[in-house]
């Protein structure tokens, strides 16, 4: 359906709001539980909420644990041949086209902060300067779905030493032109394959695949790959993300 053919929004009460997020995040967490996890709630009240969800977060961030121990930096993800790639690549975001943000291409600058040397915003001109690489691989979406296109941009390896970045820190976060954000641990950001993608299909990013600048991370799942990157920066604290901070493992590696 359309954006201009969706019916009339259920207007919520705050507190219906909060509580329906609350069920929603809950029942993803528990989606993701092996039995033996589900068996550390047997002593718990399922309707509980304070107790389970504490029991849910801990088990979704030793979840984030083990996959960093099976991680390797040096393992590539399956590549494909141009006949392979689906047509189209479907778009993806958490609002429709009619919303995809509008971004001023003749004084767009990406901002560097955080654990790094050099603070200097960066031109797409800049960026372009560097070291470009260029892959086609899969996109593992959550909803189930997946999708193989062409990526070309910077290995943000290459961009993160040219920063000066502290790669013995934690986390790489990004944030976007629309709203969005999420992070990466640091060796799936040094990964080889981990791009800061300026085009798809050998052209510059369209708007609707995350112009002017996107993250592509073929180890990782689908929202593991912010587009309209405005910031990028280093830091030892967890920065988060849109959906991992309602519930999604954050690691996500596939």
Same mark, same amino acid.
């Given at each position: &359906?359309?954006?201009?053919?969706?019916?009339?929004?259920?207007?919520?009460?705050?507190?219906?709001?909060?509580?329906?997020?609350? %069920?929603?995040?809950?029942?993803?967490?528990?989606?993701?539980?092996? #039995?033996? $996890?589900?068996?550390?709630?047997?002593?718990?009240?399922?309707?509980?909420? /304070?107790? #389970?969800?504490?029991?849910?977060?801990?088990?979704?961030? *030793?979840? =984030?644990?083990?996959? $960093?121990?099976?991680?390797?930096?040096?393992?590539?993800?399956?590549?494909?041949?141009?006949?392979? &790639?689906?047509?189209?690549?479907?778009?993806?975001?958490?609002?429709?086209?009619?919303? %995809?943000?509008?971004?001023?291409?003749? =004084?767009? $600058?990406?901002?560097?902060?955080?654990?790094?040397? =050099?603070?200097?915003?960066?031109?797409?001109? @800049?960026?372009?300067?560097? !070291?470009?690489?260029?892959?086609?691989?899969?996109?593992?979406?959550?909803?189930? *779905?997946?999708?193989?296109?062409?990526?070309? @941009? #910077?290995?943000?390896?290459?961009?993160?030493?040219?920063?000066?970045?502290?790669?013995?820190?934690?986390?790489? @976060?990004?944030?976007?032109?629309?709203?969005?954000?999420?992070?990466? =641990? &640091?060796?799936?950001?040094?990964?080889?394959?981990?791009?800061?993608?300026?085009?798809?299909?050998?052209?510059?990013?369209? !708007?609707?695949? @995350?112009?002017?600048?996107?993250?592509?991370? !073929?180890?990782?799942?689908?929202?593991?790959?912010?587009?309209?990157?405005?910031?990028?920066?280093?830091?030892? /604290?967890?920065?988060?993300?849109? *959906?991992? /901070?309602?519930?999604?493992?954050?690691?996500?590696?596939?």
């Amino acid at each position: &359906m359309s954006a201009s053919k969706k019916g009339p929004r259920i207007q919520l009460e705050p507190a219906q709001r909060l509580q329906l997020e609350n %069920i929603q995040r809950r029942n993803f967490l528990r989606g993701g539980l092996t #039995v033996g $996890a589900m068996a550390m709630l047997s002593g718990c009240n399922l309707q509980d909420g /304070d107790q #389970v969800d504490r029991v849910l977060w801990a088990m979704s961030r *030793w979840n =984030d644990r083990v996959q $960093a121990w099976l991680f390797s930096g040096q393992r590539l993800a399956p590549t494909f041949s141009k006949a392979q &790639m689906t047509q189209p690549f479907p778009f993806n975001a958490y609002y429709g086209q009619d919303d %995809i943000p509008e971004v001023d291409l003749s =004084d767009y $600058a990406l901002s560097v902060s955080g654990r790094v040397r =050099d603070k200097s915003p960066w031109t797409l001109d @800049g960026l372009r300067k560097l !070291p470009q690489r260029t892959d086609i691989t899969r996109l593992v979406c959550v909803e189930g *779905w997946s999708a193989i296109g062409q990526w070309g @941009g #910077v290995p943000l390896r290459i961009f993160l030493e040219h920063i000066g970045a502290d790669t013995t820190a934690k986390y790489v @976060g990004f944030k976007c032109a629309d709203r969005y954000y999420s992070s990466l =641990d &640091m060796a799936t950001a040094l990964h080889p394959q981990t791009l800061l993608a300026l085009d798809y299909g050998e052209v510059a990013l369209p !708007p609707k695949y @995350g112009y002017p600048l996107r993250l592509r991370v !073929p180890t990782k799942l689908g929202f593991k790959n912010p587009k309209h990157i405005v910031e990028i920066y280093v830091s030892n /604290d967890n920065p988060g993300g849109y *959906w991992e /901070d309602q519930g999604y493992n954050w690691f996500s590696g596939i």
